[in-house]
T-cell receptor, first 113, second 116 residues
Framework: DADVTQTPRNRITKTGKRIMLECSQT?????MYWYRQDPGLGLRLIYY???????NKGEISDGYSVSRQAQAKFSLSLESAIPNQTALYFC????????????FGPGTRLLVL | AQKITQTQPGMFVQEKEAVTLDCTYD???????LFWYKQPSSGEMIFLIY??????QNATEGRYSLNFQKARKSANLVISASQLGDSAMYFC?????????????FGGGTRLMVKP
């Protein structure tokens, strides 16, 4: 079974709709992240959380919100989706350490019409 | 200025040959980490290899090695004995030690195509 799972894997929605992307992990990591990837580009950080009570904005947080429901769960919400939020969204986790590699989920492809 | 630069948008390599994917970085932080990820056509991001700024030796992981030249600020990925399954996008990323969010900054990626 995958260590980091994301649901849904694919989603089509309309402009103005609220949508939630969910991430769960069984790695036991405290730190979780949400990134987006636009076609032909690298990933950019949206939000991150170092533990259940810790939520921080990343590089591109406008139009997004998050919820850390438990150590293993981190959800990303688009309050009112717009077409330029069409992207591939990744959840990642890491463990506090000197190397602290981030391990990514399989991604969610979101299309906003 | 770009923090991570990957100058090769696409590359071809013959199966069983070695290939080098270039990555240069820009930081004034003395403590940083460099990562390479592979993204196959299915979309997932797969961690390949890590190099810390204070590591004295180049990192190796199986067929992957990292040619770390600190003075030149380059961290090139070397894949030996290429396989057809190596065809994918490859991303170089950096985490700076002073970054409170542990944010990874990614380059634009290199698409590697392995020819049979």
């Amino acid at each position: 079974d995958a260590d980091v799972t994301q649901t849904p894997r694919n989603r089509i929605t309309k402009t103005g709709k609220r949508i939630m992307l969910e991430c769960s992990q069984t790695k036991g990591h405290d730190r979780m992240y949400w990134y987006r990837q636009d076609p032909g580009l690298g990933l950019r950080l949206i939000y991150y959380s170092f533990d259940v009570k810790d939520i921080n904005k990343g590089e591109i947080s406008d139009g997004y919100s998050v919820s850390r429901q438990a150590q293993a769960k981190f959800s990303l919400s688009l309050e009112s989706a717009i077409p330029n939020q069409t992207a591939l969204y990744f959840c990642a986790t890491s463990e506090k350490a000197s190397q602290e590699t981030q391990y990514f989920g399989p991604g969610t492809r979101l299309l906003v019409l | 200025a770009q923090k991570i630069t990957q100058t090769q948008p696409g590359m071809f390599v013959q199966e069983k040959e070695a290939v080098t994917l270039d990555c240069t970085y820009d930081t004034s932080d003395p403590s940083y980490g460099l990562f390479w990820y592979k993204q196959p056509s299915s979309g997932e991001m797969i961690f390949l290899i890590y190099q810390g700024s204070y590591d004295q030796q180049n990192a190796t992981e199986g067929r992957y090695s990292l040619n770390f030249q600190k003075a030149r600020k380059s961290a090139n990925l070397v894949i030996s004995a290429s396989q057809l399954g190596d065809s994918a996008m490859y991303f170089c990323a950096m985490r700076e030690g002073g970054n409170a969010g542990n944010m990874l900054t990614f380059g634009g990626g290199t698409r590697l195509m392995v020819k049979p």
